[in-house]
T-cell receptor, first 114, second 114 residues
Framework: AQSVSQHNHHVILSEAASLELGCNYS??????LFWYVQYPGQHLQLLLKYFSGDPLVKGIKGFEAEFIKSKFSFNLRKPSVQWSDTAEYFC????????????FGGGTRVLVKP | NAGVMQNPRHLVRRRGQEARLRCSPM?????VYWYRQLPEEGLKFMVY????????ESGMPKERFSAEFPKEGPSILRIQQVVRGDSAAYFC????????????FGPGTRLTVT
C-alpha cells in the first residue's frame, strides 16, 4: 500500500524567510502528486499538482514544488513567506493503478511570525 | 459556482447515537469521496462513490459505517452507534469523472462524540 510522509509536523518562520516542506511517498508506479493547504477555519484548497511533464511545478500564491522521481519526493517551496501563509499544508499522492483515492501525508503546520 | 457543501459543520452525538453527514458535490460533479481526519493525523480515505454506486470502500471500517450517493440528493455518510473514537473531522471531496484526479474539498463536518 502506498504511504506519504511529511518530514516536519510544525514549522515556525519569520516573514520573508524561505520555506521548504518535505514530502516523500512510497509507490513505484505512476503517480499524481498534490499539495493542499488549509488556512485556519477554511477548507482544503489545491496549491499545485503534478501529473506529468516539467517536474518543477508552479502553483498559486508563489508556491512551487519539484518532483524528483529517483527520490520519490515532491517538496514544496516558497522563497519568501508572508504572515498570510500561516496554515496547514498537506502532501497527497494518487497512485493511478489504485484508482482515484488520495493518500495524504500527516500535514505540516506552518506558523509565520509577522 | 458553489463549491462542495457539507452539513452540518459541527455535530455532537452521545455514544450509541447515529450520525448522518451530508455532502453535496460541486455542480457537474458525479464522483464523491469521503475522508476522515483524526486529531493530529492526516486525512485518510474512506470511500469513493459515483451516483448509485460504491466504487471503492477499501478505507471504510467494517462495522457501523455506511455511505450512499443516491440518484437525487446529497451523498450521506452514516455512522451507527457512535463511539468516542469516531470523533474526527470528516471531509467530502468531489470530481467531475473517474479519470479526473484532482479533487475539490468541502469545509468538513466536525463530529464530537460525548
Amino acid at each position: 500500500a502506498q504511504s506519504v510522509s511529511q518530514h516536519n509536523h510544525h514549522v515556525i518562520l519569520s516573514e520573508a524567510a524561505s520555506l521548504e516542506l518535505g514530502c516523500n511517498y512510497s509507490y513505484g508506479g505512476t503517480v499524481n502528486l498534490f499539495w493542499y493547504v488549509q488556512y485556519p477555519g477554511q477548507h482544503l484548497q489545491l496549491l499545485l499538482k503534478y501529473f506529468s511533464g516539467d517536474p518543477l511545478v508552479k502553483g498559486i500564491k508563489g508556491f512551487e514544488a519539484e518532483f524528483i522521481k529517483s527520490k520519490f519526493s515532491f517538496n514544496l517551496r516558497k522563497p519568501s513567506v508572508q504572515w498570510s501563509d500561516t496554515a496547514e499544508y498537506f502532501c497527497a499522492v494518487n497512485a493511478q493503478a489504485a484508482g482515484n483515492k488520495l493518500t495524504f501525508g500527516g500535514g505540516t503546520r506552518v506558523l509565520v511570525k509577522p | 459556482n458553489a463549491g462542495v457543501m457539507q452539513n452540518p459543520r459541527h455535530l455532537v452525538r452521545r455514544r450509541g447515537q447515529e450520525a448522518r453527514l451530508r455532502c453535496s458535490p460541486m455542480k457537474g460533479h458525479s464522483h464523491v469521496y469521503w475522508y476522515r481526519q483524526l486529531p493530529e493525523e492526516g486525512l485518510k480515505f474512506m470511500v469513493y462513490l459515483q451516483k448509485e454506486n460504491i466504487i471503492d470502500e477499501s478505507g471504510m471500517p467494517k462495522e457501523r459505517f455506511s455511505a450512499e450517493f443516491p440518484k437525487e440528493g446529497p451523498s450521506i455518510l452514516r455512522i451507527q452507534q457512535v463511539v468516542r473514537g469516531d470523533s474526527a473531522a470528516y471531509f467530502c471531496a468531489s470530481s467531475p469523472d473517474r479519470g479526473y484526479y484532482e479533487q475539490y474539498f468541502g469545509p468538513g463536518t466536525r463530529l464530537t462524540v460525548t
